[in-house]
């Protein structure tokens, strides 16, 4: 079989990358075997041709490594990949345990990743991680939608969408009477599993976020707008399970056995006092929102809001709301 010498060139490298790694080298008769695999039984090339063919690949920047195996056979491979393997592994348990990513996209995914390592290597990189697939979401316009709005952040241009939420029907309600949104998008957020996007809803000038896969119909308009000085780490340091809301300066004591939770909330730099060997109480700004209640409230009696007013009284009309529930005369449901 005539095969050219750019195609066979081409091919010994596509071998080389996928074939070999640090643990699995190929000798010169073995790279004779896998071209004629490749191109046909009657395919030949003589062993100083194949020397010169890795000879080229090494002089054009191909990392070919060379090594004495036994009786002075030499072999051959090629170990500098772009990641490493832990660095891929990292990669697709990232990739998997993402809930926004539909199964098909995960699969899609994972394939390309284990591209980047020799199919040897790559069988080592096997799921092991368990995700519940009842929450793994099935939108496939989701990463279109993504796409444009870094587009969109990048080239500063407003962009408009359809924005809505499930009812008890389970079905979309859209926002604005299904009228579009126009919003200066600012910046992408990755918060409990989801995609949220910060920006100025462009009609009242309120800087707000928006859950990505609940957007639909996301597009580019050509109008531009200028970057204002926007913290996005402070922004979601403030804003509580992604509820919007007043932003106030807080001031709640937590027994100290939930420590480890506010620093994993605020982080270490968080301002806090010690009023007695029991309890602890920070000092922070946050958005008061049905979020922030409601995460108070996940504490139960080891956390208690000193400040500021409105949040007291919104906690404990939350909390008379969860007593009346438990202790109605006639609950729902219940038999006699």
């Known amino acids: 079989m005539e095969v050219n010498n750019k195609a066979r060139l081409l091919k010994l490298k596509e071998i080389l990358d996928q074939e070999t790694d640090e643990e699995h080298e190929l000798s010169l008769k073995e790279l004779e075997q896998r071209l004629k695999t490749e191109f046909g039984p009657d395919f030949e090339v003589g062993r100083k041709a194949l020397r010169a063919d890795l000879e080229t690949l090494k002089d054009h920047g191909f990392d070919l490594i060379e090594n004495d195996g036994k009786q002075g056979k030499k072999l051959y491979s090629y170990q500098n990949r772009l990641f490493e393997l ?65 587009n969109a952040i990048f080239e500063r241009k407003i962009l408009r969408f359809k924005y809505g939420r499930y009812n008890v029907e389970k079905k979309i309600e859209w926002g604005r009477n299904g009228t579009f949104y126009e ?27 928006y859950r990505v896969d609940r957007m639909d119909e996301v597009d580019l308009t050509e109008k531009s707008f200028k970057m204002p000085d926007v913290n996005a780490a402070e922004y979601i340091n403030k804003v509580f399970h992604m509820f919007s809301g007043e932003e106030m300066q807080v001031k709640i004591r937590f027994n100290n056995k939930l420590i480890n939770v506010i620093i994993d909330r605020f982080g270490k730099d968080v301002s806090l006092t010690l009023p007695d060997k029991e309890t602890f109480i920070i000092h922070a700004t946050a958005t008061v929102s049905e979020g922030l209640v409601n995460w108070i409230m996940t504490w139960g009696g080891d956390a208690e809001v000193l400040s500021p007013p409105e949040l007291v009284e919104r906690v404990k009309e939350k909390a008379a709301q969860v007593y009346a529930l438990y202790h109605q005369k006639d609950p729902v449901g219940a038999g006699g």
Do not use: C
């Open 86 to 150: 832990h660095e891929l592994r990292m990669l697709i348990d990232a990739v998997v345990s993402a809930r926004f990513i539909s199964r098909e996209d995960s699969k899609r995914l994972i394939d390309k990743l284990k591209t980047q390592t020799s199919r040897h290597q790559a069988k080592r990189l096997q799921n092991q991680i368990y995700l519940d697939d009842t929450i793994r979401s099935e939108s496939r316009h989701l990463r279109y939608a993504l796409d444009k709005i870094h």
């Open 183 to 209: 919003v200066e998008p600012y910046f992408l957020v990755w918060k409990q599993d989801y995609y949220y996007l910060v920006g100025k809803f462009v009609p009242d000038g309120r800087i707000k976020h």
